[in-house]
């Protein structure tokens, strides 16, 4: 018998696995396995989305105009170098699929977001990981990476699962040593959680030349991950390319209105980044003083790698802190068997997975 067959780079694709959301048998489960906000959306953005209700029988605005405007007011940008899409990972999906295919190579940090080579395979590209200093992107080690036939950079920053980040110097050192032909992505869904003074998102770099674009998200620090919304921002001919490879109606009316709510409340949005400050540097230390390894993080997470034996390993730290109720996120698929990604929670759930993890680690609770 014949049936249809896929292209082969779709076959050759894993698929992506988000977070765990329950332990079965349990109900009081503490969930930081998703890097989902800590404090969930803006009692506006809930609003915003209720009132959407009524009018679930009208298609949403396809060109997304007033959310688009709304984020050209907050960050000083003009409207029409802005595209809308269901989540980051639509625009991700996208730029791969209008810029590279077959014979081509998507390039990303070894430890970047497990959807740049996803993305790369379904448009028929190979996707090439250059290696990373530190658990940081290596500016050097991408630009060697690069051939006649990249089409696509990727670049996280801050880097998800890790929390590091490029300053805005090394960040321009990429740009300036990359083709023109060669488009930078740069994924800044972290960006509102950063406080260090030489970062900057991205807005600089798409201002100053042709190739470069600046992907976000609702779905960490405005508690928007439920309805799946990102933005971008980038030149006018690669946001042009965006608009006529994107389905018509591509965000939802709700999502519309709740993002549109979320992004005006700024209050609550630097509450949010000011209380995930202070909760993370505590957990930190409080890790750090177990004597586990901690990765310096910018976002709403943080890397904790493990020994490399049975009784203090990751998967038995991950079997303990499920056994205690509270999921966090296995990293082996990036390449990282001896670490766990821990979002950062609310205070009461981050003592109490010090408290678990003091126990694992034989040490008296914090």
């Not at 009081?28 to 809930?46: H, T």
């Not at 009018?55 to 003009?78: F, K, Q, V």
């Not at 300036?176 to 488009?183: F, G, M, S, T, Y």
Request: glycine share 10%; proline share 5%.
């Amino acid at each position: 018998m014949t049936m249809p067959v896929a292209k082969p780079g779709i076959m050759s694709i894993k698929p992506y696995v988000g977070g765990e959301s329950g332990i079965e048998g349990r109900q009081d489960v503490i969930k930081l396995s998703s890097n989902e906000g800590a404090y969930g959306p803006s009692p506006l953005a809930q609003e915003a989305y209720i009132k959407a209700a009524a009018d679930l029988h009208r298609y949403p605005d396809g060109a997304a105009a007033e959310l688009r405007r709304t984020i050209g007011e907050i960050h000083g940008l003009n409207p029409g170098q802005i595209v809308c899409g269901s989540g980051s990972d639509e625009l991700i999906s996208l730029l791969c699929s209008a810029y590279a295919g077959e014979g081509d190579e998507v390039l990303y940090s070894q430890y970047g977001f497990l959807m740049y080579p996803i993305s790369a395979k379904a448009a028929g590209a190979t996707p090439v990981a250059a290696p990373e200093s530190n658990l940081t992107t290596d500016v050097d080690a991408l630009l060697a990476a690069v051939t006649e036939r990249t089409r696509l950079l990727f670049v996280a920053n801050p880097n998800n699962p890790t929390g590091t980040y490029l300053p805005a110097s090394e960040m321009a050192r990429l740009r300036d040593h990359l083709r023109a032909d060669i488009l930078l992505v740069i994924d800044s869904a972290y960006a509102e959680y950063v406080t260090k003074q030489d970062y900057e998102a991205g807005i600089e770099l798409v201002d100053a030349g042709e190739n470069v674009i600046m992907t976000r998200t609702f779905s960490k620090i405005h508690g928007l991950g439920g309805v799946r919304l990102g933005w971008a921002y980038g030149p006018e001919n690669v946001i042009d390319v965006l608009n006529r490879a994107r389905g018509p109606f591509n965000v939802n009316a709700a999502a519309l209105n709740a993002g549109v709510a979320a992004i005006r409340d700024q209050a609550f949005t630097r509450h949010c980044r000011d209380e995930n400050l202070r909760i993370l540097t505590w957990t930190d230390h409080q890790l750090r003083d177990l004597g586990l390894d901690v990765t310096a993080s910018v976002g709403n997470f943080l890397l904790v790698c493990f020994a490399n034996d049975s009784t203090r390993s990751a998967v038995a730290a991950d079997e303990f802190l499920r056994e205690n109720g509270i999921i966090v996120r296995s990293v082996a698929s990036y390449g990282l068997p001896d670490c766990l990604r821990i979002t950062i929670g609310t205070e009461p759930e981050m003592r109490r997975v010090v408290d678990v993890l003091s126990r694992f680690m034989g040490k008296n609770s914090a």
